[in-house]
């Protein structure tokens, strides 16, 4: 399987052409002949999210086909074609429990295990999470929620602001790659709480699984056995990815 999962979506790594490249890089063909299934449920299939993902593919010659969901519900019989032959899957950043509910509904999440020795898939934020056994998610920011979206105009909607009272979650991934995903590890969101250290708790409550921590700008490439760190030249040298987990009642972290 290859994988390219960095910890931001269209905010920041996912939507700069060098980290684009490395995905064309993965499928070992010219990018003209590269078709890419692109899947917006995370972010409910907003225009402005999808431009901002699409434009760098679309500038490497890549040929672009968005996979919607949200408005139907349903998987019409063209986009399950899609899904089927394409070469590269992308998925959005967004509320990643809201996703992982519709694909299995709608059966894009047994799609994609037909599909995981073929594609490569790749994704920040929510698509990064969606890959691994569980991932460490912010899908209970109300921001995140559709109805603070306006999904027929593409825009967020007006409302009073953030709450910051809720929580981070743990969520159920597809079970492609082992272990527990926290992507955006260095920041803090909405409701006011440092990623990092909201996932120390979470791996203690689960000792027995390992963390994946991916930084922002910082990339976890996967071909087969084997991975490699990818962070842009100008990208915040500081970003990283982590492996962290519990041995023996003590936070470890490499």
Request: net charge negative; with cysteine; proline share 5%.
């Amino acid at each position: 399987m290859r994988f390219f999962l960095s910890g931001s979506g269209s905010t920041a790594a996912m939507a700069s052409l060098s980290y684009c490249e490395r995905v064309v890089r993965l499928t070992r063909k010219p990018p003209h002949e590269l078709h890419l299934a692109y899947l917006g449920t995370p972010m409910y299939d907003l225009e402005r999210f999808r431009v901002k993902l699409l434009t760098p593919f679309l500038q490497l010659g890549v040929t672009c086909h968005p996979i919607d969901l949200v408005e139907t519900q349903r998987l019409s019989e063209e986009h399950r074609a899609w899904l089927l032959k394409s070469d590269i899957i992308l998925v959005s950043g967004g509320n990643t429990l809201y996703a992982m509910d519709l694909w299995k509904a709608t059966g894009v999440a047994e799609l994609l295990a037909e599909v995981k020795d073929t594609a490569v898939f790749c994704g920040g934020s929510a698509g990064a999470n969606c890959w691994f056994d569980g991932g460490h998610s912010d899908s209970m920011d109300p921001m995140t929620f559709r109805k603070s979206m306006a999904p027929s105009s593409g825009e967020l909607s007006e409302f009073d602001g953030p709450s910051k009272s809720w929580e981070y979650i743990r969520i159920e991934g597809l079970g492609f790659l082992p272990g527990l995903c926290c992507p955006h590890h260095d920041r803090v969101q909405s409701n006011g709480v440092l990623r990092a250290e909201d996932f120390e708790k979470l791996l203690r409550r689960h000792p027995q699984e390992r963390g994946i921590c991916i930084d922002d700008w910082a990339a976890l490439e996967i071909d087969g056995e084997s991975y490699q760190i990818f962070v842009a030249p100008d990208a915040p040298k500081s970003a990283k990815v982590f492996i962290k987990e519990i041995d023996g009642g003590t936070l470890q972290a490499r």
